[in-house]
């Protein structure tokens, strides 16, 4: 094929209202992450304004949501077939995604390797491993303080002399159960 056929076909197919849109290689070179949207610019040097990363510009922000790197490369896909309204399609690096379904929300913040769920009102994730030893030896050293104490007699005068045994103060206190990884654990989140 001709070269000069070749660029007129690629011209023809950039044109808006000559059929489908197609799909453009682009490096972002700006994100707006509070109003969801980046600035990208393709190897031509064609500039793309205010394109969305989610699915609806609004401003509940509820739905699926990666923030792109800053000079990483996306596709761009058209917005109902119009050249100049654009989404992102795909992405080859990112800085953060969200999720925010009704009441819930995952953020995921790459850059600095952490992950917040619901705002982090729960504050940290907890290791499960490391905390049940934990409750297991202060079980185990309640039960030991519970097992000497029904062993105490304490000498008291009563009436003349005598002496009082403490094991009926606390025969009714149960020894506490160690606590199991299963009582701990939620197996749908995991790290």
Same mark, same amino acid.
């Given at each position: 094929m001709n070269e000069e056929i070749r660029e007129a076909i690629k011209q023809l197919a950039k044109s808006?209202?000559?059929?489908?849109?197609?799909?453009?290689?682009?490096?972002? =070179?700006?994100?707006?992450?509070?109003k969801r949207l980046c600035k990208c610019e393709d190897e031509d040097g064609v500039e793309f304004f205010d394109v969305r990363l989610r699915a609806v510009a609004d401003e509940e922000k509820k739905?699926?949501? +990666?923030?792109p790197k800053v000079d990483s490369y996306v596709l761009l896909g058209p917005v109902n077939n119009f050249s100049s309204s654009r989404f992102v399609a795909m992405y080859t690096e990112i800085d953060a995604l969200e999720i925010?379904? #009704? #009441?819930?929300?995952l953020i995921a913040d790459v850059k600095e390797g952490k992950f917040t769920f619901n705002k982090g009102q729960n504050d940290g994730m907890v290791k499960v491993g490391p905390l049940k030893d934990k409750l297991n030896n202060l079980e185990n050293k309640v039960n030991d303080i519970l097992v000497a104490l029904k062993g105490v007699t304490i000498p008291?005068?009563?009436?003349?002399?005598?002496?009082?045994?403490?094991?009926?103060?606390?025969?009714?206190?149960?020894? +506490?159960?160690?606590?199991? =990884?299963s009582d701990l654990e939620n197996t749908d989140i995991t790290h």
């Open positions: 808006p209202g000559t059929g489908a849109v197609p799909f453009v290689t682009a490096r972002v =070179k700006q994100v707006d992450w509070d739905g699926f949501c +990666l923030k925010i379904a #009704d #009441d819930e929300v008291i005068p009563v009436g003349g002399g005598g002496s009082y045994a403490m094991a009926s103060n606390f025969a009714s206190i149960q020894s +506490l159960q160690t606590t199991q =990884k």
